[in-house]
């Protein structure tokens, strides 16, 4: 039985795949392929995390996140410099704060 898949996987899962007896079919994607398929797992490893909440989820977008960055030519450092200048100007989210309007003088428009 055959069963189609068309999506990024990590790179241990072939020899997981072999290890089970099945084969596998699988090619090496240009750089703009990889990023475009780097989105579409960011995009469904956040869908599991809503569906599962769980820590697993939580690592596997980490994991995406940081080949994302590094396919766009930026480093784990330089993501988490950008995070911690990001969190210094404009806070983090723990103080739970939900914005519900804004108000502006009339006199100031």
Same mark, same amino acid.
């Given at each position: 039985? %055959?069963k189609?898949?068309?999506? /990024?996987?990590r790179?241990?899962?072939? &020899?997981i795949?072999? @290890?089970?007896g099945? #084969? $596998? #079919?699988?090619r %090496?994607l @240009?750089?703009?392929e ?5 989105? &579409?797992k960011?995009?469904?490893e956040? *869908?599991e $995390?809503? =569906?599962d #909440?769980n820590i697993e &989820?939580?690592?596997?977008?980490? &994991?995406?996140?940081y ?6 030519? $930026? @480093?784990?450092?330089?993501? +988490?410099?950008t995070? /911690?200048?990001k969190?210094?100007k404009?806070?983090g989210?723990e *103080? #739970?704060i939900? /914005?519900i +309007? %804004?108000?502006r003088? !009339? !006199? =100031?428009?």
């Amino acid at each position: 039985m %055959t069963k189609v898949y068309n999506k /990024l996987v990590r790179d241990r899962i072939p &020899e997981i795949i072999a @290890s089970t007896g099945d #084969k $596998y #079919k699988i090619r %090496t994607l @240009s750089d703009a392929e990889y990023i475009e398929m780097l989105d &579409e797992k960011l995009d469904e490893e956040l *869908k599991e $995390y809503h =569906e599962d #909440k769980n820590i697993e &989820e939580l690592a596997d977008i980490l &994991e995406v996140l940081y080949a994302v960055a590094k396919a766009r030519g $930026y @480093s784990k450092e330089a993501l +988490e410099e950008t995070r /911690l200048k990001k969190r210094e100007k404009r806070g983090g989210f723990e *103080k #739970k704060i939900l /914005l519900i +309007e %804004t108000i502006r003088d !009339q !006199q =100031e428009v």
